[in-house]
Structure formats: structure tokens, C-alpha cells
């Protein structure tokens, strides 16, 4: 049984969910507002040891054509950070072309307030980010 994170990175806030022990379903659990890289990523460590996972699973926003651009290399630094400061670490990039789109869908069906939205739209990404990969497992 293996738990995993999953991390939608922005600029100014970073969506992070967490998937069950049995790694079937995703559950979003906090959006971390970015400050300093130093306070992002001890935020990020304390949630690894809260959950108990060293298995990140990114997400890497490409372009729509499949192409990485400009957005996906600074997904790649700040997880080369992750990976410097917590070597343990495994970490993965998943695709998440179009969670931010599927998210803010599924909360307009569920009747959610757009200022609701605002605040949880980065975790629910990460939820269909991670939701996305541990349905590639199986």
C-alpha cells in the first residue's frame, strides 16, 4: 500500500491532493499560497510527513500540441528543488492538459460560487491530476 501526492504548481499557489492507502482515489487537501521557495517547500515537506509519502506525482502543463514550453520548465526547477531538498523523494509528471478546464466544470455542475471556485480550483486540478494517474496504474 502506497500513498501518493500530487501537485498542481502555479505561480502563486500550488493545489496539492493525496490519494487513498489503497492509491484508488484522489482527495484534494490544501492549496498552498507560494511565498519564498524556502517556505513553499518546507509547507510541502510537513504535508509528506503528515500523509506519509515521498511519491509526488507533477503535473506538467504542455501545450496544447503536446510540446513543453516555457510553463513546463519551471514545473521541472521547482521539483529539481523537491528532489534537492528531500532526496527521497520519487517523483513523477503527469500530463495535465485541460485538469484546471475538467476542475472548474466539475465545480460549476456541483453549483459551486465562483469566489468558491477561486479558492479551491488549484487543489480540485490536483485531484483530477492525481485522479488521472492512479487510474493509468491499474
Known sequence: MKRYMSLDIGDR?????????????????ETIHR?????????????????????????????????????????????????????EAEITFWDERLSTVAATRSLIEADVSRRKRKKVIDKMAAVFILQGYLDSLR
Open 35 to 87: 511565498k519564498t521557495m524556502e517556505d513553499d517547500l518546507k509547507r510541502l515537506g510537513e504535508l509528506m510527513a503528515q500523509y506519509e509519502t515521498h511519491s509526488l506525482v507533477s503535473g506538467l502543463p504542455k501545450n496544447m500540441d503536446g510540446t513543453e514550453g516555457e510553463r513546463c520548465e519551471i514545473v521541472k526547477e521547482f521539483m529539481a528543488k523537491v528532489k534537492e531538498t528531500y532526496p
Open 13 to 29: 499557489t500550488i493545489g496539492i491532493a493525496v490519494s487513498d492507502l489503497l492509491g484508488l482515489t484522489a482527495q484534494g487537501v
